[in-house]
């Protein structure tokens, strides 16, 4: 079975995320979004498990889904997709968490987040009755503990050898295995004995599989994409397609053995627009691509204080094959961008408006979900319920002719589709024929 997996999430106790991470509504957004498989972020907090375990009941083995008097509170829901008519429809659930790890290693801090999957409650209460002697649980629904990556692989993959641990957003210069601020140039650095039972990297939003692929010590692992979002918009703005059985088992497998017959490929936002794309310091205004940066000394010319190094800087120092190259083994990926900033581009307004949210609405309505929306429906068909604008905009996304300004420093990255002028022009165009 073909389905889509974000396995990377928080919910409403993480700090800097919407209210409505919860239950309810992670269902919700995953059906209108086209995710079947979605980790639950957060299994550390106390009540973000209690809540947990009271709205979900086991599904296929390590997969869990909402019971039914769970479902969807009654607000106007008329334009969800409405995929409930079989058995087997409806969002399923992975156990799944984040746990930031701070601690000093071969003389320097280290904040290293890594995302843990296990496949059932106990075996995540165990986890966390170990990780509770280490930190506070309470405080965040991702945790900060002084722990070493080491150790926390060590726990969890005693704990039960069928948890499974994902390096996450690799690159993010603050808070990863590899980034410029805190991070390691080797796995093996980092996780030392334990490195053998680490399969897969997070490519995170500011980069994408290519720019991992110039770095051959990554060759033996899987890169895996996830939203990591902290609201239920932003649910699969990155994700993975697999084509195996619906299971805990199946997954984890897919992605060990890097099959492409059944790990088909990653979803990707387009990497100039994670908010740590290029170099900069966002207080100053200053963005720079890496060879500019370089040129300076990594220096900031406004403040004279060192840059923020971006991903592409961090890759660039630690590749060791030329911008194109490819390794024999590897997972295909699409690009992205978010239905509703295409429509917000189309309509030349701000992603909030109302306008934007109206159409949304009526396109989810009309054709499911939209990851079918993205990929799947015909700019005829997408012409017909909504507009010329909208059909070209995605065609444009599709065929990747976007043009844009990259994040840097923690400022997400600008995304242009059309020219200003252009608007309207193929609104014109249909009228005539």
């Known amino acids: 079975?073909?389905?889509?997996?974000?396995?990377?999430?928080?919910?409403?106790?993480s700090r800097a995320t919407s209210k409505e991470m919860d239950v309810e509504n992670l269902n919700k957004w995953a059906k209108i979004k086209g995710v079947k498989v979605l980790g639950t972020g957060d299994f550390t907090h106390p009540l973000?498990?209690?809540?947990?375990?009271?709205?979900?009941?086991?599904?296929?083995?390590g997969l869990f889904k909402v019971k039914k008097k769970s479902h969807l509170r009654s607000a106007n829901h008329d334009w969800l997709p409405n995929n409930n008519h079989h058995q087997d429809e409806g969002t399923r659930f992975l156990l799944s968490a984040e746990i930031s790890c701070i601690y000093s290693k071969n003389g320097r801090t280290r904040r290293i987040h890594i995302v843990v999957l296990a496949p059932d409650f106990p075996i995540v209460e165990k986890i966390n009755t170990r990780l509770g002697w280490i930190g506070n649980l309470k405080a965040d629904g991702r945790p900060i503990l002084g722990l070493d990556a080491k150790e926390l692989a060590k726990i969890v993959l005693n704990t039960s050898q069928d948890c499974f641990i994902i390096p996450a957003h690799i690159w993010t210069p603050w808070f990863s295995l590899f980034g410029s601020n805190s991070g390691f140039d080797s796995l093996r650095e980092c996780f030392d004995?334990?490195?053998q039972y680490i399969y897969a990297a997070e490519t995170g939003l500011s980069s994408d599989p290519a720019m991992n692929w110039r770095w051959s010590a990554?060759?033996?692992?899987?890169?895996?994409?996830?939203?990591?979002a902290h609201s239920p918009s932003r649910i699969g703005r990155e994700a993975n397609l697999f084509d195996t059985e619906l299971s805990y088992p199946a997954?984890?497998?897919?992605?060990?053995?890097?099959?492409s017959q059944k790990f088909l490929e990653t979803i990707e936002f387009f990497p100039e627009e994670g908010r740590y794309h290029y170099d900069g310091h966002r207080n100053c205004k200053v963005s720079l691509a890496p060879q500019e940066a370089k040129k300076i000394k990594n220096i900031c010319p406004q403040c004279g204080k060192p840059l923020t190094i971006g991903v592409l800087h961090r890759v660039d120092d630690l590749a060791d094959r030329q911008e194109g190259d490819k390794p024999s083994q590897t997972i295909p990926f699409k690009k992205i961008v978010p239905l509703e900033e295409i429509i917000a581009e189309a309509k030349g307004m701000g992603v909030g408006s109302k306008a934007v949210e109206e159409e949304y609405k009526n396109m989810i309505k009309h054709f499911g979900s939209e990851f079918k929306i993205l990929f799947n429906v015909s700019p005829e068909q997408i012409e017909q319920a909504s507009s010329p604008e909208l059909a070209e905009g995605i065609k444009r996304v599709r065929q990747e002719k976007v043009q844009i300004e990259p994040g840097y420093d923690g400022e997400y990255g600008r995304i242009k589709i059309f020219k200003d002028e252009e608007r309207g022009n193929f609104s014109k165009q249909a009228s005539l024929f």
Not at 48 to 61: I, N, Q, S, Y
């Open 251 to 259: 997954i984890i497998q897919a992605i060990k053995s890097k099959d």
């Open 1 to 13: 079975m073909r389905f889509l997996a974000d396995l990377h999430i928080h919910s409403k106790y």
């Open 193 to 195: 004995e334990y490195s």
């Open 218 to 228: 990554l060759d033996r692992m899987a890169l895996v994409s996830n939203s990591d």
């Open 48 to 61: 973000w498990l209690k809540e947990l375990k009271e709205k979900l009941e086991p599904a296929e083995p």
